[in-house]
């Protein structure tokens, strides 16, 4: 990574909490460039990051060893095929896009090694989750360097099955949105429950963030941790009893199979 150049194309929310976390792992804003078509988004990532940006993906791409594709699923199509005639055969692709195969981006890009990965916000403070799968033209070496792009930026995983991938993003891709629900549902049940607003969401929020350290560093599992809380008789194991009363874990599985099946159909319709 202390030398590797980095061309990020598209520069949106999920770019920016790529190039931040990279910045803050230290690496060199010459090392990093975008592009993107927003002039205001440029000057946002420029202003926030100190790096160049360009509004020609194939000025960004030229001399960068590693081409991050952080478009829009639905505009990966269209963004390959122009990008193909400025890549070289030894750049690394990485791409960012839930649901868009590792086949679909060699359709459109040609024999162009490919690591599709799926990482998630937290990314911006350091605290990302990143599943990684790489094609068979991938290098060690580009394998290396993709391994230290997304684990700057939190933990980086790597499936032997792309297929995987569509569970990754159910599971983490998406995962803080379910964790920010719980966060908003929690305080304000705590306001109906006669709480002021800010107190209610500062405890939620330490609350949240207390229950991620424990169960992150703790050497016990997650279910003996809501043991440990749970006082025979008391109020926890009421809140648990009405959670499972009204299919809780159901809920779950049946959300998290929702956003893998779309994962696996977004393949399907923008694959083509
Ligand atoms: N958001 C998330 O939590 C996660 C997102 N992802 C994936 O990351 C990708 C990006 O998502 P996200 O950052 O949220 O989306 P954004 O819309 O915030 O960012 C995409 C950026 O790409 C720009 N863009 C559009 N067309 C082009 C083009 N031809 N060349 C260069 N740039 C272009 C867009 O500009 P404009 O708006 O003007 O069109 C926009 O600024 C998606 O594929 C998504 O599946 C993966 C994991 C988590
Ligand atoms: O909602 C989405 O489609 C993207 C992919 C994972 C998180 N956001």
Redesign the pocket.
Known sequence: MSKTRIAF???????ASLIGGLRAKGLEAAQIRA????EE?RARVSAEHGIETFAD?AQAIDGANVVVL????Q?MK??CE?IRPSLKPDQLVVS???GITCASMNNWLGAQPIVRC????PALVRQGASGLFATAEVSAEQRQQAQELLSAVGIALWLNEEQQLDAVTAVS?SGPAYFFLLIEAMTAAGVKLGLPADIAAQLTLQTALGAAHMAVSSDVDAAELRRRVTSPAGTTEAAIKSFQANGFEALVEKALGAAAHRSAEMAEQLGQ
């Open positions: 194309i598209g520069a949106g929310n999920m770019a592009s993107d078509p927003g988004t993906n952080a478009v829009k699923p505009a269209a963004v122009a960012i896009a839930a799926m990482p998630n916000t891709g």
